[in-house]
């Protein structure tokens, strides 16, 4: 794949075919302010624009491709909190998020970080992490075009969130249920404690998108997601499998629920070479 280097304003950016959504030499303008919707912050569209890789549908909805293209160094977390004024934060107070995030075709580029405000700050689901995997599964069940989708989220992710899932998570005054939420899990291992499960939805219906991160002691560790069906059946749909963790220990799978799956508690089985983890989710 060839490379090259895109100039904006005095920054220069290198990367595979990055892609700004906003084009402009005020896209890194210092002095960044938090923008509001619904009571909730939002980037600062001329500070974090959003900014994409030149990818296909068939690509972000391929299992552990997000895992494969995050690449986010502490000097480049430094700096955007540095663009958003931020000098003195509180642990997990903030995370340095993928405005566009990596499963939708975003990229790494300071164009597409910005200083998201933790709404579960114990390291669980942030609301837009629940908004993003509902995105993903619309966009690789065909029911979303990608760049509507990379458009939506670029733009208001908070207004995006009550058109696809209805009210927030934790009040709000729209009156329709999500149709997926989220919990953290409190995994059980076996063997070596190496690795847990940091997160899965926990109800999905079926037809729609479920998404589960495991975490291994072990960088860029090989991974494999076994789920079983409530009927028993192991479940083979695409995406499940093997993936490998990036440096942070990190892998996550994204999948289809089939249309047909009858309702009850789905086991999930996590191996590692650090170890294995189980969980659970319900098919409503």
Not at 72 to 97: C, F
Not at 172 to 189: D, H, I
Not at 195 to 224: F, M, Q, W, Y
Request: hydrophobic share 35%; glycine share 10%.
């Amino acid at each position: 794949m060839h490379k090259r280097t895109l100039s904006i304003g005095s920054m220069a950016l290198a990367g595979s075919l990055f892609v700004p959504l906003m084009w402009g030499s005020s896209a890194f303008a210092a002095g960044g302010h938090f923008r509001y919707s619904h009571g909730e912050p939002l980037n600062d569209l001329r500070v974090t624009p959003g900014a994409i890789f030149k990818v296909s549908v068939a690509t972000v909805c391929r299992s552990g491709y997000a895992t494969s293209v995050r690449n986010v160094s502490e000097s480049e977390r430094t700096h955007v909190y540095a663009e958003y004024g931020i000098t003195h934060h509180s642990t997990n107070q903030y995370e340095i998020d993928h405005l566009i995030s990596l499963e939708l075709g975003g990229n790494n580029s300071v164009a597409n970080l910005w200083p998201e405000l933790n709404d579960h700050p114990h390291g669980y689901l942030n609301s837009k992490d629940i908004l993003e995997n509902r995105l993903h599964a619309l966009v690789c069940s065909g029911a979303l075009a990608l760049h509507s989708a990379q458009t939506q989220i670029s733009t208001d992710w908070v207004a995006t969130y009550h058109k696809h899932l209805g009210a927030w998570p934790h009040g709000g005054t729209s009156t329709t249920l999500p149709t997926t939420t989220t919990r953290p899990v409190t995994a059980t291992t076996s063997g070596s404690p190496g690795v847990k499960i940091t997160s899965v939805i926990a109800s999905v219906a079926p037809g729609g998108g479920e998404t589960l991160t495991a975490h291994s002691s072990r960088p860029n560790d090989s991974c494999n997601l076994v789920v079983i069906l409530p009927s028993g059946r192991q479940s083979t749909e695409g995406g499940l499998g093997a993936t490998s963790a990036d440096a942070t220990g990190h892998a996550t799978w994204n999948w289809q629920i089939g249309s047909r799956t009858g309702a009850g508690t789905a086991q999930v089985t996590v191996t590692c070479n650090a170890g294995v983890a189980h969980g659970t989710f319900v098919i409503t």
